[in-house]
């Protein structure tokens, strides 16, 4: 099998992380691929340390590839567009945003659709898109060593929509010092409480890689991310006057929170590994080519 990944993303993001797992993932299975970015993008330059084959992202040389590849595969809103000019015929495409599709047009050239949650599934149907030609496959993480730290921690995102100043505004609120992260992966082992605050979001890939490490999370009870962070078992889910509420609970139980980090951990282990994220995706491939 060999696949075309277009992504035209300028940042390295939760979406572009996914595309470099899925990437190695099918490596690891056999499957070839080769990837079409924006020219120096992070993505791009990350794909290319390494090892993976990466191309500048354009309409024409996915026209030229795609006709040697069995599916091209989109994987974010510039990529679906490139895709949908290039090979309509041989187009999957992912979608990770909550926020309604804008293109009816657009969305009914692809043959099938990889929702990254249930609720993004949703917003495919209330767009237009047949229900049968959408199939949920969340995002995967890798399995970190659970956190024995002790820091508040959030994501660091100059998105307005991400919750950053509302997080900050709750932990000052909880007398605690909130601490953003450009790493995850480097800084969560000295986290131990995650908050995860947003007004809109497919599923959380933050959020994800948190309940990987074990840390009790606290995350907007918005979009995709009660899929994951189950209230008051595997995480707490706050409302925007709520947060502070749910740090200082937290702080004030220790077992507790431990108890909801051990669990989350559990619940990525079962659902939102990079290994279900790949074999669950192939499964989607096999059955579009069928």
């Known amino acids: 099998m060999r696949i075309l990944h277009l992504d035209g993303g300028k ?4 979406g572009q992380w996914q595309v ?27 794909a290319y340390e390494r090892g993976w084959h990466v191309e500048p992202l354009g309409v024409a040389r996915a026209m030229a590839l795609a006709r040697r590849y ?14 949908a000019i290039a090979s309509p015929g041989k187009l999957v495409v992912s979608r990770r945003v909550a926020f309604p599709i804008g293109s009816s047009l657009k969305y009914g050239c692809a043959r099938h659709y990889l929702a990254v949650s249930e609720f993004v599934k949703g917003v495919l149907i209330e767009g237009g898109v047949p229900e049968e030609k959408i199939s949920v496959v969340y995002d995967g993480v890798p399995l ?6 002790t820091q508040l921690m959030a994501p660091a995102s100059d998105d307005p929509r991400k919750g950053s100043a509302l997080a900050r505004e709750a932990a000052a609120a909880a007398g605690e010092h909130l601490r953003f992260s450009n790493d995850l992966i480097r800084d969560l082992p000295e986290a131990a ?20 490490a074990g840390v009790p999370v606290i995350a907007s009870n918005v979009g995709g991310l009660p899929e994951a962070v189950i209230d008051g078992e595997t995480g707490l889910l706050a409302g925007p006057g709520e947060i502070a509420g749910a740090i200082r609970r937290l ?3 220790p077992a507790y929170a431990c108890g909801l980090g051990v669990n989350g951990r559990k619940r990525i282990i079962e659902e939102f ?4 994220m790949v ?5 989607i491939y096999r059955r579009v080519l069928k």
Do not use: Q, W
């Open 20 to 46: 470099l797992r899925l990437i190695e993932g099918l490596f690891k299975a056999g499957v070839e691929s080769t990837l079409l970015a924006r020219r120096n993008s992070p993505l791009y330059r990350v």
């Open 144 to 149: 970190l060593e659970p956190s024995a730290g």
């Open 11 to 14: 940042e390295l993001r939760g």
């Open 193 to 212: 409480i995650f908050l995860y605050i947003t007004a809109s979001e497919g599923l959380g890939s933050g959020a994800l890689l948190a309940m990987s």
């Open 251 to 253: 702080r004030g139980n």
């Open 279 to 283: 074999r669950r995706t192939m499964e």
């Open 70 to 83: 069995d599916l091209v595969h989109a994987h974010d809103a510039h990529g679906h567009t490139v895709g």
């Open 273 to 276: 590994t990079v290994e279900h």
